[in-house]
Every structure is written in structure tokens, then in C-alpha cells.
């Protein structure tokens, strides 16, 4: 197999009726059967590295909205009206209203830290009912609650929204939660650097 040899010179260009050799192989040039392989795994790398960068341009431009780095913290009442009112239309707007000691917040607090990485288009924000002044509004047996908004609009309502979920809950079962009433987007396509450390395995 090593001493087959692949005369290049018979490589051509099929347009319509006539086949046109490629112009730089006017000399004879050989090449091992395993240098062919390399090539043309090369070729086939390239090519889906640049489908990946395609496809990745294409999902970003059809993301509409800004883009959130982790749980934004609202410190008064003014903030939380702020972040309703001002965020893109096409944004969701995902706001935990907690009090520190009761039951459930600190762990729903660690939930959205989770979800915010995994929906970078979602803005979660967190409000501390009682340093907002919000504790008159909402006493320990409604919290933690959930307010969900789009364009301004309050899309999703949920007062102690851990009573629709077991003792013990994750991200993924707040994550199912709220996509029960279909209000997270789908998730993102993984990068290209992850795909391609996927191909290296």
C-alpha cells in the first residue's frame, strides 16, 4: 500500500463537457498515498471548522437582544423598575424577590446563578425584599417568588414558586419549571472551541 503512487497530473476540473487539468500541475508530481490521506483529512478539518464559524454567525445574528454576564443584584425599588422598563423588548426578564432565612431563597439564588451562565440572553436579577422596602408587599409565606417580564410586561407570576418543586431542587428542575410555561428561549449553540476539542477526543 505504501509504494502505490497517485499521479496528480490525471486531477482535473469537470465543467460542462470538458475536463480541465489544474493549471499547476503542468509537471508530473507523485505523492505517497499517505500524504494524500494527510491532505485531504486536512481539507475535511478545515471545512468543518469553517461550517461551525458559519453556522456560529448565523445563530448570533438571528440573537436578537444584548447579551448578561451572571445574577444582576437590584438594590432598591427604583433599580427593579429601571430593569423592567428599560431592557430590550426582546428581552426576558427573570427577578427573584428573596429574603435571607427563608426557606428555599439561598438555594434559588444558586439555581439562577447557574441558569444566567447557561442563558446568556435571559437577564436574572435578584431584590432583597427587605433592603428594597418589598417586604410589606411580600411576607415569608410568598417568597421566594419569581416575576418573569418581557417588553415591560409581567409574563410570569409565581409566589412561593418552591412549592411547585421538591424539597431538595436543582437548576434543572427551576430550568423545567419555567420552561413549563415556555418562558426561556432555547439554549445556545456550544462554541466552536468546545466542538473542536470534542473532535480532538
Known sequence: MSGRVIDLEETATHTGEQMIPFPFFKTRYFMSVQEYELLKEEDEGCLKKYRRRCMEEMHSKLSFGPRFEGVHDLDSGEAFLEVIEKEH???????????IGVKGCEQLNSCLDCLATEYPTVKFCRIDAVSSGAAERFSDE???????????????NFLSCTQHMNEEFFATDVEAFLNSYGLLPEKELPGVED???????
Not at 142 to 156: C, H, S
Open 89 to 99: 423588548h426582546s428581552t426576558v426578564v427573570v427577578v427573584h424577590i428573596y429574603k
Open 195 to 201: 466542538e473542536e476539542e470534542n473532535d480532538v477526543e
Open 142 to 156: 410568598y417568597l421566594p417568588t419569581l416575576l418573569v417580564y418581557k417588553a415591560g410586561e409581567l409574563i410570569g
